[in-house]
T-cell receptor, first 113, second 114 residues
Framework: GENVEQHPSTLSVQEGDSAVIKCTYS??????FPWYKQELGKRPQLIID?????GEKKDQRIAVTLNKTAKHFSLHITETQPEDSAVYFC????????????FGIGTKLQVIP | ETGVTQTPRHLVMGMTNKKSLKCEQH?????MYWYKQSAKKPLELMFV???????ENNSVPSRFSPECPNSSHLFLHLHTLQPEDSALYLC?????????????FGPGTRLLVL
């Protein structure tokens, strides 16, 4: 089955700096890679996703890159703000009627004001 | 947010109790999921239902019994649980199982087994 590894497990950055979280996956058939943000005591919420036919996707201060050959994808947050503090989860899944999503262990991001 | 709701939000039960967790989605989705979230572990998929039919049982012990009476409601029946079952149980839904569909999570039930 799919195995998703995520690092670092914790990350502290100064407000205004960039943060990068990296994930690798094992199943070459995976083609959908969402990222979820979970604030303390709240539910995970999708913040951005990327499909295997795209190498990069950007949404304001958040961007995700995908390298299918190396089987890794990354989340980039620029100009971090205190409200970016949360746990971020990467995930990978196949398409085509099979929707088992495998999550990474999560990265706890702390943005220091 | 009212897209996916879960009750109760917190639950404390003894190992001999029987309780049920309820999930309801108001998004018109056809697929629903149960996840277990424990500290320092990835989200663990437990069960997947599509159009009320169970499509995935991820080697979950029989003390967890899911029920999906319709596409909008999902239950998790709990019986003779162990302390290590204490965790946050998250329900989620998606449009269907075509793949690449966003999953919308409920707020979770924080379960403590004594």
């Amino acid at each position: 089955g799919e195995n998703v590894e995520q690092h670092p497990s914790t990350l502290s950055v100064q407000e205004g700096d960039s943060a990068v979280i990296k994930c690798t996956y094992s199943d070459s058939a995976s083609n959908y890679f969402p990222w979820y943000k979970q604030e303390l005591g709240k539910r995970p919420q999708l913040i951005i996703d990327i499909r295997s036919n795209v190498g990069e996707k950007k949404d304001q201060r958040i961007a995700v890159t995908l390298n299918k050959t190396a089987k890794h994808f990354s989340l980039h947050i620029t100009e971090t703000q205190p409200e970016d503090s949360a746990v971020y989860f990467c995930a990978a899944s196949r398409g085509g009627g099979y929707q088992k999503v495998t999550f990474g262990i999560g990265t706890k991001l702390q943005v220091i004001p | 947010e009212t897209g996916v709701t879960q009750t109760p939000r917190h639950l404390v039960m003894g190992m001999t109790n029987k309780k049920s967790l309820k999930c309801e989605q108001h998004l018109g989705h056809n697929a629903m999921y149960w996840y277990k979230q424990s500290a320092k572990k990835p989200l663990e998929l437990m069960f997947v239902y599509n159009f009320k039919e169970q499509t995935e049982n991820n080697s979950v012990p029989s003390r967890f019994s899911p029920e999906c009476p319709n596409s909008s409601h999902l239950f998790l029946h709990l019986h003779t649980l162990q302390p290590e079952d204490s965790a946050l149980y998250l329900c989620a839904s998606s449009q269907d199982l075509r793949g690449g569909e966003t999953q919308y999570f409920g707020p979770g039930t924080r379960l403590l087994v004594l």
